[in-house]
């Protein structure tokens, strides 16, 4: 070829690199964000509902991509063979730190499985933002909890977080109710002395002590010992109690306590418990004063909300067969995570980040506002968004119906 004719053509190669414009912000690249969830056995129905709840957000919301960059979910199943298997859960997610383009996860759904998938995502930094595992001892070395928090995060700085109330504020939330709504001002607070009742009685009285009232009989006591339950509700009755509170569960007899109360107090006097109580059992073991208990359960009841409910509306178009009482709080889980990415994304001059990047995005989150309302995360990961609703009993026979949301 003549040397004009090269000359020619290398200056049309260089005109034709120039024209082209700078290089796009970021290499080519897909994000995606998994979702370990039980999809078989008798959770399935939880499980599916918080991963149609996660991909409502990336696809409804997102529309399936971050700052230009394509996004897809990448699910696995806490579940195989139909049983819950955290050691499964924990081996998933191992899978997903070891994948760079997996930059967050939304789950796990059961505290028992976060205590396995916590450790091992937290070696990779990669963050794990949860729509239910409310155990208070994934964050704060609460008591009771020994040093779990601490040792789960052998490796570096805290990357769970969760979008529901720790179940150790759960007391404290029917506390504020039968205070505020019921107007109670003397209570008798009683435990069947075991570790999970005695934590709920000693919540429930500091919270009313922070509301300048005090129960006007506490006590710790087995249920099924008549002696022991008399003596307790004669007590409180001579002491003018108008409500009674008792922290345990339905195994362990607490129901027995409402059942006894009939001929001692009249009919009005509520009983108050925990979500332990909220079952068929404590209905039985009430019978036949089961009418009038009140019980609470970490988060929005998903029919009764003060807010979100154009999401619902949305997302029941979507998915019409799928909405549960974790899908909100999976539809903002997501959400967090998502925004946590995008600004990773911008950070990094539209290149993929790293998952240390998103961790401390997430981390970082300050009032994002999702269906269920504004979300901060403390230091720990817990949200500053504490709802609770309360179930109360009526009807013959008695059944368990929604009565009102509290927000701590």
Same mark, same amino acid.
């Given at each position: @070829?003549?040397?004009?004719?090269?000359?020619?053509?290398?200056?049309?190669?260089?005109?034709? &690199?120039?024209?082209?414009?700078?290089?796009?912000?970021?290499? $080519?690249?897909? /994000?995606? /964000?998994?979702?370990?969830?039980?999809?078989?056995?008798?959770?399935?129905?939880?499980?599916?509902?918080?991963?149609?709840?996660?991909?409502?957000?990336?696809?409804?919301?997102?529309?399936?991509? $971050?700052?230009?960059?394509?996004?897809?979910?990448?699910?696995?199943?806490?579940?195989?063979?139909?049983?819950?298997?955290? /050691?499964?859960?924990?081996?998933? /997610?191992?899978?997903?730190?070891?994948? =760079?383009?997996?930059?967050?996860?939304?789950?796990?759904?059961?505290?028992?499985?976060?205590?396995?998938?916590?450790?091992?995502?937290?070696?990779?930094?990669? &963050?794990?933002?949860?729509?239910?595992?409310?155990?208070?001892?994934?964050?704060?070395?609460?008591?009771?909890?020994?040093?779990?928090?601490?040792?789960?995060?052998?490796?570096?700085?805290?990357?769970?977080?969760?979008?529901?109330?720790?179940?150790?504020?759960?007391?404290?939330?029917?506390?504020?109710?039968?205070?505020?709504?019921?107007?109670?001002?003397?209570?008798? $607070?009683?435990?069947?002395?075991?570790?999970?009742?005695?934590?709920? &009685?000693?919540?429930?009285?500091?919270?009313?002590?922070?509301?300048?009232?005090?129960?006007?009989?506490?006590?710790?006591?087995?249920?099924? =010992?008549?002696?022991?339950?008399?003596?307790?509700?004669?007590?409180?009755?001579?002491?003018?109690?108008?409500?009674?509170?008792?922290?345990?569960?339905?195994?362990?007899?607490?129901?027995?306590?409402?059942?006894? @109360?009939?001929?001692?107090?009249?009919?009005?006097?509520?009983?108050?418990?925990?979500?332990?109580?909220?079952?068929?059992?404590?209905?039985?073991?009430?019978?036949?004063?089961?009418?009038?208990?009140?019980?609470?359960?970490?988060?929005?009841?998903?029919?009764?909300?003060?807010?979100? @409910?154009?999401?619902?509306?949305?997302?029941?178009?979507?998915?019409?067969? @799928?909405?549960?009482?974790?899908?909100?709080?999976?539809?903002?889980? =997501?959400?967090?995570?998502?925004?946590?990415?995008?600004?990773?994304?911008?950070?990094?001059?539209?290149?993929?980040?790293?998952?240390?990047?998103?961790?401390?995005?997430?981390?970082?989150?300050?009032?994002?506002?999702?269906?269920?309302? &504004?979300?901060?995360?403390?230091?720990?990961?817990?949200?500053?968004?504490?709802?609770?609703?309360?179930?109360?009993?009526?009807?013959?026979?008695?059944?368990?119906?929604?009565?009102?949301?509290?927000?701590?």
């Amino acid at each position: @070829m003549p040397v004009r004719r090269v000359l020619t053509a290398l200056l049309g190669l260089v005109v034709a &690199a120039c024209s082209a414009g700078p290089p796009a912000p970021h290499s $080519v690249f897909t /994000i995606e /964000i998994g979702v370990a969830v039980p999809q078989s056995g008798p959770d399935r129905v939880v499980g599916l509902s918080v991963l149609d709840g996660v991909r409502y957000e990336v696809n409804n919301v997102w529309h399936g991509r $971050v700052e230009g960059v394509p996004v897809n979910v990448r699910d696995f199943d806490s579940t195989p063979g139909g049983v819950r298997d955290a /050691i499964a859960g924990a081996d998933n /997610i191992g899978r997903l730190a070891n994948d =760079s383009s997996v930059l967050g996860v939304v789950g796990p759904v059961y505290s028992a499985e976060a205590e396995r998938e916590i450790p091992v995502a937290n070696s990779a930094h990669l &963050a794990l933002v949860s729509p239910a595992a409310s155990n208070e001892c994934l964050t704060r070395d609460a008591p009771g909890c020994a040093s779990l928090a601490t040792e789960l995060r052998p490796g570096g700085p805290n990357n769970f977080f969760r979008v529901v109330a720790a179940d150790d504020l759960a007391a404290p939330a029917m506390a504020a109710y039968a205070s505020g709504t019921l107007k109670l001002s003397s209570i008798a $607070v009683a435990s069947d002395g075991q570790a999970y009742g005695k934590a709920l &009685a000693d919540a429930f009285e500091a919270e009313l002590r922070k509301r300048s009232s005090s129960p006007v009989l506490r006590s710790d006591f087995d249920p099924r =010992s008549s002696t022991d339950l008399d003596a307790f509700l004669h007590t409180a009755a001579g002491k003018g109690a108008k409500g009674v509170y008792f922290g345990g569960r339905d195994a362990g007899g607490a129901c027995l306590t409402r059942s006894k @109360m009939t001929g001692v107090f009249d009919g009005s006097v509520p009983f108050l418990g925990g979500d332990a109580i909220l079952t068929p059992v404590c209905l039985r073991d009430a019978a036949p004063n089961a009418a009038g208990m009140q019980a609470t359960l970490n988060g929005a009841d998903p029919d009764h909300l003060s807010s979100g @409910m154009a999401t619902v509306d949305a997302f029941k178009a979507a998915y019409p067969d @799928m909405f549960g009482r974790y899908t909100l709080p999976a539809i903002d889980a =997501s959400g967090v995570l998502l925004a946590a990415i995008s600004r990773a994304v911008k950070a990094a001059g539209g290149n993929l980040p790293s998952k240390e990047d998103v961790r401390a995005q997430v981390a970082a989150t300050r009032d994002y506002k999702g269906a269920l309302g &504004a979300t901060t995360f403390d230091a720990r990961g817990d949200t500053t968004l504490k709802i609770f609703s309360v179930y109360t009993t009526s009807g013959t026979p008695a059944a368990w119906s929604w009565a009102a949301e509290v927000r701590l």
